[in-house]
């Protein structure tokens, strides 16, 4: 999916949602992600296309598929 809603996140990261709500506030600041309201919800999407790059070399480093 291009863009998921904040519960989303946290089911599948199985992290609290102040955690995730917190990273993503960060994240949404510096133009990592993107937000959009939808009714009661606020689903994220990536901001910028290059940080996916950054995050499979993160991957890769640790061996994380």
């Keep these: 999916a291009d863009s998921a809603p ?6 599948r990261l199985a992290l609290p949602q102040a955690v995730v709500s917190n990273h993503l ?4 600041r510096v133009g990592l ?3 959009q309201r ?7 999407s990536v901001g910028d296309r290059r ?3 950054i995050l499979n070399c ?3 480093k640790k061996g994380i598929a």
């Design 25 to 28: 506030k960060k994240m949404l």
């Design 6 to 11: 904040v519960h989303a996140l946290v089911d």
């Design 58 to 60: 993160m991957r890769a």
């Design 33 to 35: 992600v993107g937000c």
């Design 38 to 44: 939808r009714g009661k919800e606020v689903w994220y």
């Design 51 to 53: 940080s996916l790059t």
